[in-house]
């Protein structure tokens, strides 16, 4: 069992949820003024949408991608049950797929998970200017959570390649003596 198990192991975690979206990413809310003047956003392993699904209820237009089919088979029942549109695209990320993205967004956002480092430089080609990168994760290991490996652990070597110009805020907290960090880039 891997935090960031393939897709066959992350379809049969959705799968096994109740059909209960959890709630959003407090600290994105708590961000939520750097996202402001902006309009689409790209949802970087989505899950089953709960930031996306937050995101497009304030108004932004929202895109979501994600490599497990039952993830984004929620996210579209959600956003349905909701009236809100969400486009949805099934792509394994760490294959090199981002190639695949056909638009730049104003922001691309990506929470729990991490990105190979070297992609991170491709994937501010698909921002407009001024455009944010915002990623989100652990810090540390988790005590209460055995799934989450060292390997799925954000650092600040993961953005070594991006411009240290172009980095705009960083955010080290802790929620139930668990330690995350929040990274905001600029195009
Ligand atoms: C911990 S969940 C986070 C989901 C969502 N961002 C959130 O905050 O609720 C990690 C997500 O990454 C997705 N994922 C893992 N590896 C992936 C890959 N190689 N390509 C695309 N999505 C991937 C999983 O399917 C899962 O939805």
Same mark, same amino acid.
């Not at 172009?166 to 907290?173: C, L, S």
């Given at each position: 069992m891997n935090y960031m198990g393939n897709a066959n192991w992350w379809n049969n975690r959705f799968q096994?949820?109740? %059909?209960? &979206?959890? #709630?959003?990413? #407090?600290?994105l809310e708590e961000d939520i003024?750097?996202?402001? /003047?902006?309009?689409?956003i790209l949802d970087i392993a989505s899950g089953d949408g709960r930031n996306a699904i937050y995101l497009a209820k304030l108004g932004f237009e929202i895109e979501a991608i994600d490599f497990s089919f039952e993830a984004l088979k929620r996210l579209n029942y959600f956003a349905n049950r909701e009236n809100l549109k969400i486009k949805t695209e099934l792509m394994d990320i760490s294959k090199d797929d981002i190639i695949k993205l056909t638009k730049k967004y104003d922001a691309i956002i990506i929470n729990h998970y991490? %990105?190979?480092?070297? &992609?991170? *430089?491709? &994937? =501010?080609n698909f921002l407009? =200017?001024? /455009? =944010?990168?915002? *990623?989100? /994760?652990?810090?540390?290991?988790?005590?209460?959570?055995p799934n989450i490996r060292e390997s799925d652990i954000l650092y600040d070597e993961d953005f070594k390649d991006l411009n240290p110009n172009?980095?705009?805020?960083?955010?080290?907290?802790e929620i139930n003596n668990n330690r995350f960090i929040r990274y905001i880039w600029k195009k």
């Open positions: 096994s949820r109740s %059909l209960n &979206l959890m #709630k959003h990413e #407090k600290t003024q750097f996202f402001q /003047g902006r309009k689409t991490r %990105l190979p480092q070297k &992609l991170y *430089v491709d &994937l =501010i407009n =200017i001024e /455009g =944010i990168l915002w *990623v989100n /994760g652990f810090s540390e290991l988790p005590k209460d959570n172009n980095f705009i805020d960083k955010k080290e907290y």
